[in-house]
């Protein structure tokens, strides 16, 4: 409930900011602003570590992923001195995510835009700045203008759960989810060689009992996957997203009821 409320506080705050990213790159505002809800309740948890202490502990002791680490340290160097940045005062998270975003340095450098206008790109203070890159790293992630994150569906009995295959990418079709036993719980209007995921979410029903979701994801879910590789996180903002755009719907049409009754 409070991202939600946020969600829609939020957009308002930032209407022009929304307003001409959601022109620019075809990524619906509902979902920037749940990615920053989810990422950094709309930047209220930004984190308090030393970047560079962050990087610097996982490049040397954190052997699985040292040398992704080494890079983002690498990449974080480059940006303070090319922002003219003490690189002792920027604060992110545990693995050096900065800003109501938490972009990685390497992210920072490549897809952060200044969407103020105010000469600097600064994610940690400019909501339009955050708003501008969420949507910019999705457009560069292959987001598609009007096409859903997910549908629903529901596997017959016999239906071919080889089609799970795991991954962030689409990797496998309309027309094969069909003919493998998914049914869409809506009617889908796309081309049978649309690119999809088949996506499995471990859950409970309402008695408590363990089932899985399943969901087909297009080639939105996988942008969004591009910022996190969790099926639950891409899903979670997808979900917050529909939240969001509800309520704000319903706040817009309370709004014009009341000031219909005003002028009546």
Wanted: with cysteine.
């Amino acid at each position: 409930r409070t991202r939600i409320q946020g969600g829609c506080l939020f957009l308002d705050e930032n209407e022009q900011a929304f307003s001409d990213a959601e022109d620019q790159f075809g990524v619906p505002r509902d979902f920037v602003a749940a990615i920053i809800g989810v990422e950094t309740v709309y930047g209220r948890n930004q984190g308090g570590f030393r970047v560079l202490d962050a990087l610097c502990t996982l490049s040397f002791d954190y052997k699985r992923r040292a040398d992704y680490f080494r890079k983002e340290l690498t990449e974080f160097l480059l940006l303070v001195r090319e922002q003219n940045l003490d690189p002792t005062s920027v604060l992110g998270s545990f693995a050096g995510a900065i800003g109501m975003v938490q972009f990685m340095p390497s992210s920072v450098r490549k897809l952060a835009v200044d969407y103020d206008h105010d000469g600097k790109i600064d994610l940690v203070n400019s909501p339009a700045d955050a708003v501008g890159s969420v949507a910019n790293y999705l457009a560069n992630s292959g987001w598609v203008r009007g096409l859903p994150a997910y549908f629903t569906c529901t596997p017959e009995t016999g239906a071919n759960l080889g089609l799970v295959k795991g991954g962030i990418q689409p990797n496998t079709t309309l027309g094969e989810v069909l003919k493998n036993g998914f049914v869409p719980d809506l009617e889908i209007d796309l081309p049978d060689d649309e690119p999809l995921l088949v996506v499995n979410l471990p859950t409970k029903d309402p008695d408590g009992n363990l089932m899985t979701e399943y969901r087909l994801g297009t080639r939105n879910f996988a942008a969004i996957l591009s910022y996190n590789r969790s099926y639950f996180y891409a899903s979670a903002v997808a979900d917050l997203a529909q939240e969001i755009e509800t309520a704000s719907m319903d706040k817009e049409a309370s709004e014009m009821a009341q000031s219909s009754s005003a002028a009546s």
